[in-house]
T-cell receptor, first 119, second 118 residues
Framework: AQTVTQSQPEMSVQEAETVTLSCTYD???????LFWYKQPPSRQMILVIR??????QNATENRFSVNFQKAAKSFSLKISDSQLGDAAMYFC????????????????FGQGTILTVHP | GAVVSQHPSRVICKSGTSVKIECRSL??????MFWYRQFPKQSLMLMAT?????????EQGVEKDKFLINHASLTLSTLTVTSAHPEDSSFYIC??????????????FGPGTRLTVT
């Protein structure tokens, strides 16, 4: 079974600064997907960024980028120019690429990191 | 596109009663829906995977007779908490995956339902 670990329960950053959230995972699979989700106080889960394991290039989405180290099984999220609206709980998630079985698409989440942004 | 709704958003019920939560994909067909449970400041715990037209697949430790899941159509899955107890109080979130034949990398999440059992 796959596991996802976020070792930082809480992080804080000053507005306009950069912060990096850590995530490690354990899997025996070679093909999979990794995601970062944001959960603001509204509790609505929002996809921030995704990474296909077969791609060596790190994914970027505007101010959000990842550092994907496949051999180390590490998938960190960097938020640049932090904004007050970035304050939320962030979850790292893993998804197998296996298309078989009734649980196709099942996500395994890390414990989450609460990010506070100080003005 | 890819909007998922949940109803109700909040529900309070008395201990021993049953409550039904609906999850709907509004603008796409979802052959697979997932039900999660989340306690305050904790992660999402997958409870079960719901496939249209077949029995749900429950995660280890989840009581299938207590958490009844029905996925009768391609746009609707329901979670019924039977004989609810205060320890069932939690935030329940559903997500939906688009149907077969469409490439998709992510699930689309509903806004969640807060259940309080008194």
């Amino acid at each position: 079974a796959q596991t996802v670990t976020q070792s930082q329960p809480e992080m804080s950053v000053q507005e306009a600064e950069t912060v990096t959230l850590s995530c490690t995972y354990d899997t025996s699979e070679s093909d999979y997907y990794l995601f970062w989700y944001k959960q603001p106080p509204s509790r609505q889960m929002i996809l921030v960024i995704r990474q296909e394991a077969y791609k060596q290039q790190n994914a970027t989405e505007n101010r959000f980028s990842v550092n994907f180290q496949k051999a180390a099984k590490s998938f960190s999220l960097k938020i640049s120019d932090s904004q007050l609206g970035d304050a939320a709980m962030y979850f790292c998630a893993y998804r197998s690429q296996d298309a078989g079985g009734t649980s196709y698409g099942k996500l395994t989440f890390g414990q989450g990191t609460i990010l506070t942004v100080h003005p | 596109g890819a909007v998922v709704s949940q109803h109700p958003s909040r529900v309070i019920c008395k201990s021993g009663t049953s409550v039904k939560i609906e999850c709907r994909s509004l603008d796409f067909q979802a052959t697979t829906m997932f039900w999660y449970r989340q306690f305050p400041k904790q992660s999402l715990m997958l409870m079960a995977t719901s496939n249209e037209g077949s029995k749900a697949t429950y995660e280890q430790g989840v009581e299938k007779d207590k958490f009844l899941i029905n996925h009768a159509s391609l746009t609707l899955s329901t979670l019924t908490v039977t004989s609810a107890h205060p320890e069932d109080s939690s935030f329940y979130i559903c997500s939906a995956r688009k149907g077969l034949g469409q490439v998709t990398y992510e699930q689309y999440f509903g806004p969640g339902t807060r259940l309080t059992v008194t």
